[in-house]
């Protein structure tokens, strides 16, 4: 459409890029938000996009501290990846 050649390649394991990888399946996304899992002390395995989404609607709900803390946690995560992923490309 638009006639402009991207590089699928993700920038930090060199996998094919697509939302999935970049936020829940490549080794860097992984490690970070596992990291943050331990210190809000969920058990939970980063999965896919749809399942994750899922994950913190269930336990991001209501208006009690940890459910804010949790969603917040999760949107700056997600955010920061981004943000690192395209520091790292442009
Ligand atoms: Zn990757």
């Keep these: 459409m638009w ?3 991207v590089d699928d390649q993700c920038i ?3 996998s094919r890029e697509s939302r999935d990888h970049v936020f829940f399946e490549c080794s860097f996304s ?3 938000l596992k ?3 331990v ?3 969920e058990y939970h ?3 896919s996009w749809c399942m994750e989404v899922e994950w913190i609607m269930a336990k991001g709900m209501g ?3 940890s459910s804010r803390l949790r969603r917040l946690c999760f949107i700056v995560a997600i955010y920061h990846i981004w943000l690192v992923r395209n520091a790292a490309i442009f």
């Design 39 to 41: 210190y809000l002390k």
């Design 12 to 14: 930090f394991c060199h």
């Design 35 to 37: 990291k943050l899992l």
């Design 30 to 32: 992984t490690t970070v």
């Design 63 to 65: 208006k009690s501290f």
């Design 3 to 5: 006639n402009i050649a």
């Design 45 to 47: 395995a980063p999965q």
